[in-house]
Nanobody, 130 residues
């Protein structure tokens, strides 16, 4: 059973930076898709960044060039470095993970991010940009 705990959210002025962390426990020695989602009040959940263990990364157009997803496998921690933050980045940010099952590919990752098809979710951390 995979458990995910996010941290690092907070309030920041526009143009500033934050780094979110997602500590994972219960991971087995497998390849996982891992991703960051966000949801603002009154808006649909949006997949903002995703990757698979030791693999490629993908970003929503709205954050490409400003956000960076990375993983420290030794620490079982997923990160989201957010730079040049904008007020429209204000949202609850949640990390998610799932065993890839089949060999990981970018189309499969993107499909999972579009549909939110991840079996494990954290509780979220709030990011507010003013």
């Amino acid at each position: 059973h995979v458990q995910l705990v996010e941290s690092g959210g907070g309030s920041v002025q526009a143009g500033g930076s934050l780094r979110l962390s997602c500590a994972a426990s219960g991971l087995r020695d497998r390849v996982y898709y891992m991703a960051w989602f966000r949801q603002a009040p009154g808006k649909e959940r949006e997949g903002v960044a995703g990757m698979w263990t030791g693999g490629d990364t993908d970003y929503a157009d709205s954050v490409a060039g400003r956000f960076t997803i990375s993983q420290d496998k030794a620490k079982n921690t997923l990160y989201l470095q957010m730079d040049s933050l904008k007020p429209e980045d204000t949202a609850m940010y949640t990390c998610a993970a799932d065993n890839t099952g089949l060999a990981p590919t970018m189309p499969r990752l993107r499909a999972r991010m579009r549909r939110g098809e991840f079996s494990s979710w954290g509780q979220g951390t709030q990011v507010t940009v003013s």
